[in-house]
């Protein structure tokens, strides 16, 4: 239904009229769209005041890299374009981080923003705000529109929608300059402007060749393996996947996102043996997960002497045979892709030899064995196990609870300790590893889902988004914010030998974050220990009131970022000193 803006006043030629501000409320709210992630300013205040007084959810944040990133989020839970709505050039500027980030992870996510006027900023005559932000979009995301003309607002929108969640999803931008808002026109012909997508992201189905290639390589396997990534959990075919990967009785490795699609517990799981699975396994299938460089690109010392085939299960032709020989590609979507491998494997599909699987589960009992006492320390100031043992118990026994989580030593512990028990319960830095999505997340997983936000942030990577901790009380979001707080970035105990400044890797010494939250009016805890922790954590959990704890962890525990292969280098010099 149009939103009608005004009546024109010629004598005689009454007619209905609407503005670019209504078409393009009314475009998204014929698709589905309900809610908005950004922050407001010139020219779209009004934008998100009326998209608000017409029922769609607008949450304003206070820097639009957090909107970016609740919204790209938003699209990996949904399936649908996440929205982020910012100013002209720098509001823009700032958005687009995320929208890079979107389209890199592969989230379906919409980039909105003002843009000043083209005729000035193609003569460059220096607008408010002048920038051309189409051509600085481009590259960074999977398509970039323009709309000029009120009459073109529903096609734009349909442009963007449709190019965001199909085939492989990523980041799209809509440009849409300030004048556009104020166009007039007819509102039937605006009503008849409008474009309702259908079948945004039709099933691809893969063929019969590719299904039947793929599963024979599997079945010739010795040491078969699945790699389950965050395209399987995006994909919302969780039924269909446990059912495949049971059947095949092949052990599975979920990548971080992908934790919980199938239970960590499950006793096909070989996260607990990763080194081993990946270093002796024969046949690789990836389900929805790349071979980039958190799969060291599927060779060198990770993978082991033993030669392997590998299978790859995307969406995306191009994917394939981008770092290794794919010897068996199954394109289409990963639901489709798996409903056939069902399909097609028969009643009599034997599974994988039982000599595969002790050695896994061997290697994995060891690993668990190793790791369980250091879970039980009580050590206070806490070190990061007792932290995360409390945690990975409440985690247990709240299984709904969506897990978000940033940081070096907070990010790469937390992984492995913390079981994930249902599908995209686990939400994290993705593809980039970037430091900064926490609070964005945390606000857009608790929007859409409904469900309590557990975030866990190093206390460096809270600092990117730590403001909108007043966006969350704001909200009165049933979030818990936990900061491992060790005083630096990897650990406080850094020393600058040359000067007074402080090393380049440490904060402030002891300081309270849980003070930020309660001037905000939400609930601060500082928290010593894992047994005051534990009670902090289920306490907001069960008031779902806004809480930080600031969770004290001492600032000798924690190394540096060192599972990143060699993209980490240290000086030669400094190593001869
Ligand atoms: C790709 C990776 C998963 C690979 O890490 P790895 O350390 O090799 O693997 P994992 O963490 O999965 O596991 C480590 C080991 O723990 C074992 N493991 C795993 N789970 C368990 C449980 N539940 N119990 C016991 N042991 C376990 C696993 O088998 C490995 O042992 P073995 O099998 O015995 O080997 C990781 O590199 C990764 O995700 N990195 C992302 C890091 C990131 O994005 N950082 C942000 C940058 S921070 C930043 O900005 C900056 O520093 O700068």
Redesign the pocket.
Known sequence: MLNTATKSEAPGTEQELTDGFHLVIDALKLNGIDTIYGVPGIPITDLGRMAQAAGIRVLSFRHEQNAGYAASIAGFLTKRPGVCLTVSAPGFLNGLTALAHATTNCFPMILVSGSSEREIVDLQQGDYEEMDQLAIAKPLCKAAFRVLHAQDIGIGLARAIRAAVSGRPGGVYLDLPAKLFSQVMNADAGQKSLVKVIDAAPEQIPSPSSVKRALDVLKSAKRPLIILGKGAAYAQADEAIKNFVEKSGVPFLP??MAKGLLP?LHPQC????????LKEADVVMLIGARLN????HGKGK?WGEAPKKFIQVDIEPKEMDSNVEIVAPVVGDIGSCVSAFLDAMGANWTAAPTDWLSTIAK??D???A??APKLMSNASPMDYHGALGALRAIIAERPDTIFVN???NT???A???V?MHKPRKRL???T????GIGMGYSIAAAVETGLPVLAVE?D??FGFSGMEIETICRYRLPICVVIFNNDG??RGTDVNSAGDDPATTVFVKGSRYDKMMEAFGGVGVNATSPDELKRAVNAALDSGKPTLINAVIDPAAGS??G???NL?PQSVLQKKK
């Open positions: 990548m971080s960590d070989a996260g607990a043996a990763r080194s081993t699975v460089w958190l799969l060291s990770t290697k994995r060891d690993n668990v190793k790791m940033e940081g070096a990010l790469d512990l992984r492995g300790v079981d994290d830095v993705g980039w590893g970037v430091m190093g460096s990577a970035i990897y540096e970022s599972r990143i292969g980490n």
